[in-house]
């Protein structure tokens, strides 16, 4: 391919947007988003930057009011005042307008901007929260971008830095409107690309140096236990690692140890044939040393004599070597069967040329390398600033093993989408240091399970571990059954990776985007939306000793919910401690919601467009879902499948698929599941409006319709009957389940289990409750069932 591949870009502003003076400019990119140059020779900067690729947008409606020796821009978000000169507090300001109308809505030139964070260009070695870089929303209504240092990409493709000192910021001003200030942010920074479906599946990562047949048998040890897996991430070991002191470290390393992997392309070839993508670790900064199967070829294509046997120095700012690093030396390891690279760059922002970060260049030009020849690009890398999003997948870095880690991973992955950056992938269960905790490595899978990315991950450490039988019984069954359900929601995950790309939403949200104006949604960091139809609050802290309960605050938002998980239903609209023992934690689904996912229990490793369909459905509201599949090219071909639920007639429809019908299977499967429904008639199934026989089932509190063989072309309709609805809570049943289990005295539980099914009123029941003096956790634990819904 031609080197240097060119970002897709539109870097220069429409001229009807620009506002300018000899040495300043406005551009009002939207009604939100202002750019303010200021440049001491007047000359502006036109070409894209790391963060701003597309400045040509359709220009917004503003007014432009010059009072000589003050000027004013207005559009329906804000009030820009400033004084033609450079930039001051005093002289540059803007007022967020759109509801927002206290002191702490003004925005002033140089002032500290507290916003609501965005994320961090790593977590290494650290042990619970880290200072994190500034976002695009606010609890003020304003936030700032300053890209006045980030370097430029010229219209061949090649980098370039800035040409001296000026100031080049963007101002957030979109108020408490979260959503149109990220799609601003992608507007100018460039859309999110649409992962390969593959790597939504489950990850298997491990620092260790495995040999090809111990790698086998680990893959088919996988099988056995039913635990999928689509990526396999094969660690630095694959290279050379012990090598000549004279060469440096064995860190950098290009060439297959052939001591434990004696034919590469065989093991990969096996690997693929079993469903699974392979991806290499790479630590560049060294460069190629002299015995690299690829130096002398290295050498020729930069014309010099390999006989000489000097270091090839890494160098990403020589466009002759970065052409060669891509064709010669990664060429041939891809076409062993490589699929992607995790770049492990971890020696800092600096290169030869002031400005430009060398995990910049790696993330950008591996990104775009990968996506040739028809396929979807894909990289895994660190967070390098702002535009990073263009480049998935994150690697947050070597994470300490500690019940601190956990805790900060759901508010660091949530707050990472106010800066667009919604693709991370964590060492779940942690990397290094720490002690043996089976909880914890339970927790940190089933929050893996929830998250952008699900990549178990171990250091080099023979202690450490993530294989699910290497831990007690209990916590291997929960772990088992958490790595199936995440291959089970690749459906659901898929569209939405579309919806990220399409619509500007990243999977994981903090709760504040759907619910701006609420102040409990600010109060729950560690909470978060997972796509269109769940809400998660893992759990992220030991179990109470006496309750054997883990217990997470949660915020429910208005509206009445189930957990999936475990059928208990909720009503919304407060805060409350939600308690769950090891088996599961609070996935919950509103009213209407629709929930695909795959109907194999058992999910194989490639998370292929499945011919079985499991659809849950929520009763209580209307809902609808669109289920997204392709063809998985970088230019796909779509199939989209509508589902509903009508809340009058208690109706589920499955449509005929439309656009490329022909990526699903030719007939399918479907199985529609009600979560704690209330008994009622039995449902009738239809295909093309002709009754069908269907199979039922009913588990637990939950009833399944299944529908065997539907052509892609029909329509597959459910009926329930008229204003289906949600079973009331079992309280007697949950809350003997509770003191069961509970390490208290017999009489207590007696006097608790009386206390909370007698017959009075809720409120007289949670009263007599608090009265016992009950242990904390468990008078919450208690509380959580009897308070949970009033129906």
């Known amino acids: 391919m031609t080197f240097p591949p060119r970002l897709s870009s539109r870097p220069v502003a429409h001229p009807d947007a620009v506002v300018g003076g000899d040495r300043y ?35 917004p409606e503003f007014r432009v009011l010059d009072h000589g020796d003050r000027l004013e821009v207005v559009t329906a978000r804000f009030r820009l005042s400033y004084d033609k000169g450079p930039f ?147 660690d630095m070991d694959w290279h050379l690692v012990d090598v000549d002191p004279v060469h440096g470290s064995g860190w950098t390393g290009y060439t297959w140890n052939r001591d434990l992997f004696p034919d590469p392309p065989g093991l990969l070839d096996w690997l693929h044939q079993n469903g699974l993508r392979v991806t290499l670790n790479v630590h560049p900064a060294d460069g190629v040393r002299s015995f690299e199967d690829a130096y002398p070829a290295m050498c020729r294509a930069l014309g010099r004599d390999p006989a000489d046997g000097d270091p090839v120095a890494f160098d990403v700012t020589d466009r002759a070597f970065l052409e060669a690093y891509f064709e010669v030396l990664h060429r041939g390891l891809e ?101 043996r905790d089976d909880e914890l490595a339970t927790r940190w899978v089933q929050l893996g399970v929830f998250s952008p990315i699900m990549r178990l991950h171990s250091g080099d450490d023979p202690f450490i571990t993530k294989e699910p039988w290497t831990f007690t019984a209990e916590s291997r069954e929960v772990m088992t059954r958490f790595l199936r359900l995440r291959h089970r929601l690749v459906p659901y995950l898929h569209t939405m990776n579309h919806r990220a790309a399409s619509d500007g939403v990243p999977l994981v949200l903090p709760m504040y985007y759907d619910w701006p104006g609420v102040e409990d949604a600010y109060r729950v960091p560690h909470q978060f939306t997972f796509g269109t139809e769940l809400v998660v609050a893992p759990v992220t802290e030991p179990a109470d000793a ?55 229990h058992v999910p194989g490793n490639e998370p292929t467009n499945p011919g079985h369909l499991e659809v849950l459905v929520v009763v209580g509201a209307d809902g609808t879902f669109e289920l997204v599949e392709d063809d998985d090219a970088a230019d796909p071909r779509t199939a989209r499948t509508l589902l509903t639920y009508d809340q009058s007639t208690g109706t589920v429809e499955v449509r005929p698929v439309e656009g490329a019908a022909d ?91 009386e206390a909370t099914t007698c017959d009075q009123p809720v409120a007289a029941r949670l009263t007599h409750l608090q009265a016992l003096d009950l242990d904390p956790v468990l008078e919450t634990a208690v509380t959580e069932i009897l308070a949970a819904s009033a129906s």
């Open 88 to 234: 001051t507090a005093s002289g540059l300001s803007l007022a967020v307008s759109g509801g927002i109308s206290h002191y702490r809505s003004v925005w002033r030139f140089g002032q500290e901007v507290e916003d609501l964070g965005g994320t961090a260009r790593t977590l290494d070695e650290a042990d619970g929260a880290v200072p994190l870089e500034p976002g695009v929303v606010s609890r003020d209504g304003y936030a700032v971008i300053d890209d006045s240092t980030s370097f430029l990409f010229e219209a061949d493709g090649w980098v370039a830095p800035r040409r001296g000192p000026g100031h080049d910021l963007y101002v957030f001003a979109y108020g408490h409107d979260h959503h149109q200030a990220l799609r601003a942010f992608y507007q100018v920074s460039g859309p999110v690309p649409v992962l390969p479906r593959f790597a939504l599946g489950n990850w298997w990562s491990r620092y260790y140096p495995y040999t090809a047949d111990g790698y086998r048998a680990l893959l088919e040890r996988f099988r056995a236990e039913g635990l999928p897996f689509s990526v396999s991430v094969i």
């Open 335 to 435: 076409d062993d069967g490589v699929d992607f690279w995790w770049l492990d760059w971890q020696q800092g922002p600096h290169s030869r040329v002031p400005g430009i970060d060398p995990l910049w260049m790696l993330n950008h030009f591996h990104f775009l390398d990968s996506a040739r020849e028809g396929r979807r690009g894909l990289t895994f890398s660190r967070y390098a600033g702002p535009g990073s999003h263009r480049y998935p997948v994150g690697f947050s870095g070597d994470t300490v093993i500690s019940w601190a880690s956990l805790a900060f991973q759901p508010e660091f992955t949530a707050t990472a989408s106010n800066i667009g950056y919604g693709w991370w992938s964590h060492d779940v269960g942690g990397h290094f240091f720490g002690t």
């Open 546 to 600: 006496r309750t054997g309960l883990g217990r997470v605050r949660a915020w429910l938002p208005e509206g009445t919910w189930v957990d999936l998980l475990t059928d208990l239903v909720y009503d919304g609209g407060r805060l409350a401690y939600l308690h769950r023992d090891l088996a599961t934690i609070p996935v919950l689904a509103r009213a209407g919601a629709v929930v695909p996912l795959d109907g194999r």
């Open 663 to 753: 990526v699903v299977p030719a007939s399918r499967t479907w199985t529609v599941t009600f979560p704690a429904l209330a008994v009622g008639a039995d449902p009738v199934a239809e295909v093309d409006g002709t009754t069908v026989v269907a199979r039922t089932a009913a588990e637990g509190e939950r009833l399944s319709v299944t529908v065997e063989d539907v052509p892609r072309g029909s329509t597959v309709r459910v009926h329930l009957g008229d204003g289906p609805r949600l079973r009331a809570n079992d309280v007697r049943a949950r809350v003997f389940a509770v003191l069961d289990r509970a390490r208290i005295e017999h009489a207590t539980k007696s006097r608790v289990l």
């Open 25 to 59: 400019r406005i551009t009002v990119l939207t009604d939100g988003l202002v750019r303010l140059e200021w440049s001491d020779d007047g000359v502006f900067e036109d070409r894209a930057s790391t963060f701003a690729v597309n400045r040509d947008l359709p220009v």
